[in-house]
């Protein structure tokens, strides 16, 4: 069946319609979805701008049931949620179910922080002289989310500019709308007042740039690519606009000495491997300590070959396809790079069946300059560098145009303070995968990893809303 776009409280049909296929089995069309057009774009900004003063007006309690009624109807269809997603993405059953769970987790904090925003009051240096800090609305916020949380995403933004008083034209990733169509079918049963929530599918290149010239769009938050993300921000420098980007990383995961292996193995296969490396917090450089270097690497070895690779739908299933055959041959691509770049390869082949199914891959005896140690490869591939101690680790996981996520296995607190302080990231874990984060805290990162201020928990408030000073002189 078609899937249209959702335009000012309507179902709108489009031109055209593009395919959405199953990464696991390229034949299996999981949709026909629609193919809008910036016409439909500039339409749904219309909607959006005509609904913004009502639902910005609306009492704080109809936002927080609205947010609250979406957050119930994700968690009870969790399984459709998940089942789609796992066949549109390839990540696994767990991982996409538990994916709508945080959608659904999402929607539930934000109901409770559309209550809880709050501003200050201070005394003026004025004698008699009040002052008020107030947030508000920014109006109508264009919002442009990736292929690889195709319901987390859409949810971490759509919930927190809805709940301030904002209303939203949503572009999804082209490879993967039926989740975000799920959530606009959800949001309209919630009750979301039409041109509330509008959805357009289609091409980044049209959808997303009418977006970014659009003058009645408040603010743009994008997640995606470094090279898609350099060219909203030059579009929104020329329109004006508030941005909030997040673009990737090249995280670090240190290995020390002391760490338990029993610890630092698994943290690094989940880090590097769990959702077939394609998150941007993904362990991507594995840094670790030299006397420790072969064990770790022998463990990591038989670690991968215990690694279930298969389709995403069936329950033994840890690793599923890469998300579609170009990121395949780009995955490829860059192990073949590895090798030129001179170090030894562990995995990384396309397995012989159908779909886009990639064997993990490690990097031995990587160099921290090596193009794969420094480019997002944005797939099951990892380097592995030697650092001689602490100090060199702590260099080299530095030495980095990102800065999103790290991470550090230790059993020393010494090192895990010093880590955690000296990091250049946004988000740094301790004995911890650098990816896989809560949903109620600040996510966002330092560098080329972000532009503009934090998305999740309380943070978000700062991008969705507007801070407005007012003076009261009481006469
Ligand atoms: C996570 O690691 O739990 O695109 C989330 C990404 C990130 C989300 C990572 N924005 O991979």
Redesign the pocket.
């Known amino acids: 069946m078609s899937k249209r776009n959702l335009i000012g409280g309507h179902w709108v049909s489009a031109a055209a319609f593009s395919e959405n296929r199953n990464p696991a089995r390229p034949e299996e069309v999981i949709g026909l979805f629609a193919r809008g057009s910036a016409e439909d774009a500039e339409q749904a900004v219309a909607a959006a701008a005509e609904a913004f003063p009502r639902w910005a007006a609306a009492s704080p309690q109809f936002r927080a049931d609205t947010l609250d009624r979406a957050g119930s109807l994700i968690l009870a269809r969790k399984g459709e949620l998940g089942r789609v997603l796992a066949r549109e993405e390839g990540k696994t059953l767990a991982e996409a179910t538990g994916e709508a769970v945080r959608a659904g987790q999402l929607f539930k904090f934000y109901a409770g922080e559309a209550l809880r925003l709050a501003g200050e009051a201070i005394d003026s240096i004025r004698s008699g002289v009040d002052v008020e800090v107030r947030r508000e609305p920014l109006g109508v916020i264009g919002l442009i989310t990736?292929w690889?949380?195709p319901i987390?995403?859409p949810a971490w933004k759509a919930a927190p500019a809805l709940a301030f008083g904002n209303t939203v034209v949503m572009k999804p990733a082209d490879l993967t709308p039926a989740s975000a169509h799920l959530l606009a079918e959800i949001l309209q049963e919630a009750g979301c007042p039409p041109g509330v929530f509008n959805l357009v599918m289609g091409p980044g290149s049209v959808i997303g740039a009418a977006l970014v010239e659009h003058p009645d769009v408040a603010a743009i938050s994008f997640?995606g690519s470094e090279s898609v993300g350099q060219g909203i921000a030059e579009g929104c420098a020329r329109s004006r606009k508030k941005l909030q980007m997040?673009m990737?990383g090249k995280n670090p995961m240190v290995v020390m000495a002391d760490a338990d292996l029993d610890v630092a193995v698994p943290a690094c296969i989940n880090g590097a491997f769990f959702s077939t490396g394609?998150?941007?917090?993904?362990s991507s450089r594995l840094i670790v300590e030299e006397s420790i270097h072969d064990a770790f690497a022998d463990r990591m070895h038989q670690a991968m070959s215990e690694l279930v690779l298969g389709d995403p739908l069936e329950a033994a299933t840890q690793i599923g396809p890469v998300a579609s055959e170009s990121q395949l041959c780009g995955n490829l691509g860059y192990v073949e790079l590895a090798r030129q770049e001179g170090a030894e390869v562990l995995g990384g082949g396309q397995l012989d069946r159908l779909g886009y199914f990639q064997a993990p891959a490690l990097f031995l005896n990587a160099s921290n300059e090596m193009r794969v140690s420094r480019e997002e490869i944005f797939g099951p591939c990892a380097s592995v560098i030697k650092a001689q101690d602490f100090e060199h680790a702590v260099a080299l996981a530095n030495d980095t145009e990102f800065g999103l996520?790290s991470g550090i296995c230790t059993t020393s607190l010494r090192y895990a303070r010093e880590f955690k302080r000296r990091s250049e990231a946004g988000m740094v874990m301790v004995n911890l995968p650098?990816?896989?984060?809560d949903y109620h805290v600040p996510?966002g990162g330092r560098k080329g990893s972000s532009v503009g201020s934090r998305e999740q928990g309380r943070y978000a408030a700062e991008f969705y809303t507007s801070v407005k000073t007012a003076y009261t002189f009481a006469v």
């Open positions: 990736p690889n949380f987390a995403i997640t997040e990737g394609q998150r941007c917090t993904a996520s650098t990816a896989g984060v996510f």
